[in-house]
């Protein structure tokens, strides 16, 4: 079964600290996965994809097809980091989306 | 950037009436569109997949006589809740490809709060 997992909830990081947003995966086959935001009062927007392997907003991802994860990670946390991230996975013609993780960077 | 939008923004109805909501994208031309849910505190629910001028393709549980999608243009799709009943208070999202893109490339509208009392 196709599936995303995003254990954390909830995940509060103090300002400058490192962040690490968990996503595992179950897809049989070769699959595209994607981080998806939304920030407060906002519409939910691409963060980033695995096949463009770029950073954004300092936020990296890397595809482990080993362990099947797809964590997002970012050196240093800023307050305008505080929001809900979605992992996400392209499956045939639609999108199959983790719980989400809010994450709460603290001052 | 491509916009996609969404109206109304949110809407509160009789229990038994029925509520149309539309969804738009304003500078592309979307050959499919999707039909999300959100409960609170929840991820986004696939509801349908709806493709220009051909029928909705629904996910398994969502029932499409009470659920009606309509994609009558490359730049409209309707979703219309029939006989709403509480248990459909929901936060209701599309989403739209343009035709040359892939999978990923969805642009989100802002989604629709609909209310049955």
């Known amino acids: ?107 | 950037g491509a916009v996609v939008s969404q109206h109304p923004s949110w809407v509160i109805c009789k229990s038994g009436t029925s509520v149309k909501i539309e969804c738009r994208s304003l500078d592309f031309q979307a050959t499919t569109m999707f039909w999300y849910r959100q409960f609170p505190k929840q991820s986004l629910m696939l509801m349908a997949t709806s493709n220009e001028g051909s029928k909705a393709t629904y996910e398994q549980g969502v029932e499409k006589d009470k659920f009606l999608i309509n994609h009558a243009s490359l730049t409209l799709s309707t979703l219309t809740v029939t006989s709403a009943h509480p248990e459909d208070s929901s936060f209701y999202i599309c989403s739209a490809s343009p035709p040359a893109g892939l999978t990923d490339t969805q642009y989100f509208g802002p989604g629709t709060r609909l209310t049955v009392l």
């Open chain 1, 1 to 107: 079964a196709q599936r995303v997992t995003q254990p954390e909830k909830l995940l509060s990081v103090f300002k400058g600290a490192p962040v690490e947003l968990k996503c595992n995966y179950s897809y049989s086959g070769s699959p595209e996965l994607f981080w998806y935001v939304q920030y407060s009062r906002q519409r939910l927007q691409l963060l980033l994809r695995h096949i463009s392997r770029e950073s954004i907003k300092g936020f990296t991802a890397d595809l482990n097809k080993g362990e099947t994860s797809f964590h997002l990670k970012k050196p240093f946390a800023q307050e305008e980091d505080s929001a809900m991230y979605y992992c996400a996975l392209s499956s045939r013609d639609k999108i199959i989306f983790g719980k989400g993780t809010r994450l709460h960077i603290l001052p």
